[in-house]
């Protein structure tokens, strides 16, 4: 489903002529099946959230290739690369990434309109994926009106609208408390053995680690060791 090969990536800081080169990821190759959820983890600076933006193509790799759903999209141009993550990737942040001024309807809403999704079928769409988050009663709720949890489940929705066969999560449950954090996991875990979405996942926490069928250690920009699940 995703395949990563000898990929390495470094970024360049500073004024020029006083440039510096931070290598960050080396060589890492990997591969996450169809239908698994892989958790990354590693010390803060060890190149997760680089990796998740190779992934994702917010970022290019300097070397190597990346391969999603068959396809090569290393090399894909801006255009093309925001038009395969509309059919191939959903995300979910940390932050929740909700748009403040949009309800909770139409935060959910909003991929479908990228794609081009007609008004009837969008709003047929948008409430049974609110239905699927427990959020229907809280359609007209702007962000700031709902708790943590609630937006995570809102952002959630957003990222499933499109049926994405891979998520793409970067520290999921990093700003819910413990309860809520148990619930979201139980939900992810449902989402992958019910729709066979595939997850990557970067993270900090053990909580989260553990719900991967496999979970692969970064180490100063290469994989540590690889970790099956019991
Ligand atoms: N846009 C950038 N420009 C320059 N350096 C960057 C950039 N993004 C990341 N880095 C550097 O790359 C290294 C890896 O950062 P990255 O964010 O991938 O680590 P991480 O493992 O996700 O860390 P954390 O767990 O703290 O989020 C760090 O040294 C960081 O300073």
Excluded: C
């Excluded at 600076?45 to 992934?55: A, E, Y």
């Excluded at 038009?83 to 403040?100: A, E, T, V, Y």
């Excluded at 008004?119 to 809280?138: F, H, N, P, S």
Aim: net charge neutral; charged share 25%; glycine share 8%.
């Amino acid at each position: 489903m995703i395949t990563i090969k000898n990929v390495s990536h470094d970024f360049v800081v500073g004024k020029k002529g006083r440039q510096t080169v931070i290598p960050v990821l080396r060589n890492i190759s990997m591969h996450v099946e169809k239908g698994e959820i892989v958790t990354i983890v590693g010390r803060s600076g060890s190149g997760k959230s680089t990796l998740l933006n190779l992934v994702s193509g917010f970022i290019h790799p300097k070397e190597g290739e990346i391969w999603i759903s068959g396809e090569k999209v290393t090399g894909l141009n801006e255009s093309k690369f925001a038009d395969f993550r509309i059919k191939n990737l959903g995300f979910i942040f940390q932050s929740f990434q909700l748009i403040p001024s949009m309800t909770a309807f139409q935060n959910v809403e909003l991929p479908l309109i990228l794609k081009g999704v007609n008004e009837i079928d969008r709003k047929k769409q948008t409430e049974a994926m609110l239905k699927k988050v427990g959020l229907l009663d809280y359609q007209d709720h702007y962000p700031g009106e709902l708790s943590g949890g609630q937006q995570q489940r809102v952002s959630i929705a957003r990222a499933l609208i499109v049926n994405p066969p891979v998520i793409l999560a970067d520290e999921p449950t990093g700003s819910l408390d413990s309860e809520t954090e148990r619930d979201l996991l139980e939900f992810i875990v449902e989402l992958n053995r019910d729709l066979g979405i595939t997850f990557l996942i970067i993270t900090h926490d053990d909580k989260v680690a553990e719900i991967g069928h496999r979970t692969i250690e970064l180490k100063d920009g290469q994989i540590a060791r690889k970790v099956a699940a019991v």
